[in-house]
């Protein structure tokens, strides 16, 4: 399933820029980047499981806020990109 993530972390302290490294790197672990504090993310059930309960231990619910935009399996139908920054094909081919 794809799931979209997105971010607000307050980075006036130096424990909220941390806290934004954080859960950049933990949605890095599972999906794609798209925009500063945009995710894509293809993983199933229990990854999203695993990955929300890490971010909601990261953040801090007083200042921080995640949402979670689940697309589903026909996700492709539901994306629409226009502009710079090329798409990326999640089920695709990576070449390293």
């Known amino acids: 399933m794809m799931v979209l993530i997105t971010y607000d972390v307050s980075t006036k302290t130096a424990s909220g820029q941390k806290r934004l490294r954080q859960v950049a ?3 890095e672990n599972y999906g794609q980047r798209v925009q ?3 995710f894509e993310c293809l993983i199933d059930p ?4 695993e990955l929300q309960f890490e971010l909601q ?3 801090d619910p007083a200042t921080d806020s995640l949402r979670f935009y689940h697309l589903g399996a026909k996700w492709k139908g539901k994306v629409e990109h ?3 920054n090329q798409n990326y094909d999640p089920e695709g081919f990576i070449m390293i």
Do not use: P, Y
Not at 46 to 49: I, K
């Open 36 to 38: 500063n504090s945009v």
């Open 25 to 27: 790197r933990l949605c």
């Open 82 to 84: 226009i502009g710079a």
């Open 57 to 59: 231990r990261t953040i």
């Open 46 to 49: 229990q990854q999203f499981t």
